[in-house]
């Protein structure tokens, strides 16, 4: 079976990883520190706190916020369930706004028109939590601006876009937000095995989810509740988790940082063949915008014939197609909690319609052509 995703593993990145069994630390050693300055330093942050998932990482980000009960988060429908629940774990309330049609990104005009009628009834957002779908930014610019205006705070989910820019920056920078969060599973563009990180510019928020990151326990004085009893001693001031990325993983993070610019160009090829050869066919393309240049995590289109017909035929050919996503309010955890067909019509048209095609860098040629020859030979059946 061709996935539509898997990790590139080199034997530069195993050598690294044995390394590190080899040395004295497994996990808390000097690997996930220097991991943590080379993806800040890689996205021109100022700090990286690295966990043991993006899921942690967005938890985090909305704990340092102090999103809490009585507060509402945004997100938007088409994403993993992980950009919504990380609200439900502080107690919060979770609303969607719906997507952009072309992009399938958070709509920022739907936002600002969901922003107006909510400043009048007293339910404005907290935090909202934008996701560079499929690798590609949100328009960060207007959303800050919106974020200003009406005192919320900006979680970038660029759990799809660790490589990707956004006007002359790489997604990471936080220029237009208060965290950004990447995930390291095998699918996404570079991996740790299980792994998140949060980057951030501000030193409070840094602080606070490297402490709740390890229980809630700091071992700085200046943060400590009573005078220290000596070399050993530590202070709980708060509950954490224990949230932490080992030296393992972050080994394996750091061979693969090395790689992340030729794993992406690496995307932009494939999908450049997937354009030329689909250009002129029923299947609507995703699009490129001109913000800047998108990570390419996903290659989802749209079939205008019977997707799920299309999808089986796919898988039955050994093709592992995929759906990105199940628009996030459709799911029964959700579902319960007052959301139903119809609310984000955008994303649940998109859904009904979306396959996501085999799209990572270790893709070899001849199974892509093996792709392009059996999706047109689908299409043009369905056509007849
Ligand atoms: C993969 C993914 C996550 C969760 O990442 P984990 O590292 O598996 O916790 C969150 N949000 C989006 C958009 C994702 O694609």
């Not at 502080?90 to 028109?113: H, M, P, Q, W």
């Not at 030193?203 to 490297?210: D, K, Q, T, V």
């Not at 009573?226 to 750091?254: C, F, V």
Request: hydrophobic share 35%.
């Amino acid at each position: 079976m061709i996935p539509y995703g898997r990790q590139h593993i080199s034997n530069g990145d195993i050598q690294a990883v044995t390394k590190v069994l080899g040395s004295d630390f497994l996990t808390q050693g000097p690997i996930v520190p220097q991991f943590e300055r080379s993806i800040a330093s890689y996205c021109g942050a100022d700090y990286a706190v690295a966990t043991n998932s993006a899921t942690s990482a967005l938890h985090l980000s909305c704990l340092a916020l102090d999103l809490g009960p009585g507060d509402t988060l945004w997100t938007s429908p088409n994403s993993f369930v992980a950009s919504a629940n990380c609200a439900v774990y502080c107690g919060a309330e979770v609303n969607f706004v719906d997507i952009d049609s072309s992009t399938y990104n958070l709509c920022a005009r739907k936002l600002e028109e969901k922003l107006e009628a909510s400043e009048k009834t007293g339910d404005l957002p907290k935090v909202i939590v934008v996701v560079h779908f499929a690798g590609q930014s949100c328009e960060m610019k207007k959303i800050a601006e919106l974020g200003k205006k009406y005192r919320f705070r900006i979680i970038e989910d660029a759990s799809h876009a660790i490589g990707a820019e956004y006007a002359h920056s790489k997604v990471g920078s936080c220029r237009y937000s208060d965290v950004t969060v990447f995930s390291f599973h095998p699918v996404k563009i570079i991996t740790t095995a299980e792994g998140g990180l949060a980057a951030t510019n501000d030193p409070e928020l840094a602080s606070r989810m490297s402490r709740m990151r390890s229980h809630g326990i700091t071992r700085d004085q200046s943060e400590m509740v009573n005078k220290s009893d000596g070399p050993w001693y530590y202070e709980q001031i708060e509950l954490g988790l224990n949230y932490r990325m080992t030296d393992l993983h972050a080994a394996l993070g750091l061979s693969q940082l090395a790689r992340l610019d030729e794993f992406v160009t690496k995307r932009h090829q494939i999908a450049d063949l997937y354009d030329s050869e689909f250009g002129n066919s029923k299947i609507k393309l995703p699009v490129r915008s001109n913000s800047g240049r998108s990570a390419l995590h996903l290659y989802p289109i749209q079939v205008s014939c019977d997707r799920k017909k299309v999808f089986c035929k796919l898988r039955d050919a050994g093709i592992g197609v995929n759906v990105h996503y199940i628009p996030i309010h459709l799911q029964p955890f959700y579902q319960k909690r007052g959301f139903t067909r119809g609310d984000f019509p955008v994303a649940e048209n998109y859904y009904d319609n979306a396959i996501s095609l085999p799209m990572f860098s270790s893709l070899e040629s001849n199974d892509q052509e093996f792709v392009i020859k059996t999706l047109k030979s689908l299409i043009e059946d369905s056509v007849n």
